[in-house]
Structure formats: C-alpha cells, structure tokens
C-alpha cells in the first residue's frame, strides 16, 4: 500500500531553518506530483508547496514564498521541503501528500497523505 513518512520537524528558534523530508513507497514516485500542507491549530490546513513529477514546476503560498523551497529526487522517492528564515506563525503539523497530476492550484485534491511532522518555532 502506499505510505509517505515524513521527518525532519522539530522544534527551532524564529529565524532558523529545517528541512522536511518525505518518503514515499508504493507508489511510481516519479509519476506522482507531490505536496506539502500544514495546519495549524484552530486553522484550516492550507498547501504551502507543490512540485511537478520531474521537479520542473513548483508553486507557492504567498506567506512562504522566498522563504521556503521544495524539491524532489525521484531515485530516491523522496520530496524535501526547505524551510529557511523561520517564523512563529510558520508552527504547524506539516504533512506530505501524492496527486496523479501538477496542478497550481492550491486547492487541488489528493490521493495520498502522510501522517504529519510537528514543526514549532519559538519567538
């Protein structure tokens, strides 16, 4: 079956970075555009990030562009999220996701979910 682990979350001081990292299996990673996601308590869950299957096409949100970046190495089935001048509004379970297609729009559906990481930024 298909499983998207991620790791990399934590807890980091505002103006710090992390990195996400999210491994798939079960799944033609290389067929898949993925995604990362993040809710926040008492929030919806909003896309932060979406990546083309060859990594050729990425989108935004506006509050993390310039800041964060995702990326992609299909070898090894696994979809990063670089998270660099870290805020306290950035705090939030930050979740994976796999759809059949790119799409820019944020409010796109998908197939497939991980289980989330917990990242906190203390101010």
């Known amino acids: 079956q298909v499983q998207l682990v991620e790791s990399g979350g934590g807890l980091v001081q505002a103006g710090g970075s992390l990195r996400l990292s999210c491994a798939a299996s079960g799944l033609a990673f290389s067929n898949y555009a993925m995604g990362w996601f993040r809710q926040a308590p008492g929030k919806e869950r909003e896309r932060v990030a979406a990546v083309s299957w060859t990594g050729a096409y990425t989108s935004y949100a506006d509050s993390v562009n310039g800041r964060f970046t995702i990326s992609r190495l299909n070898a090894a089935n696994t979809v990063y999220l670089q998270m660099n001048s870290l805020k306290p509004e950035d705090t939030a379970v930050y979740y994976c996701?796999?759809?059949?297609?790119?799409?820019?729009?944020?409010?796109?559906?998908?197939?497939?979910w991980g289980r989330g990481t917990q990242v906190t930024v203390s101010s």
């Open positions: 996701a796999a759809r059949r297609t790119y799409d820019s729009d944020p409010r796109s559906r998908y197939d497939y």
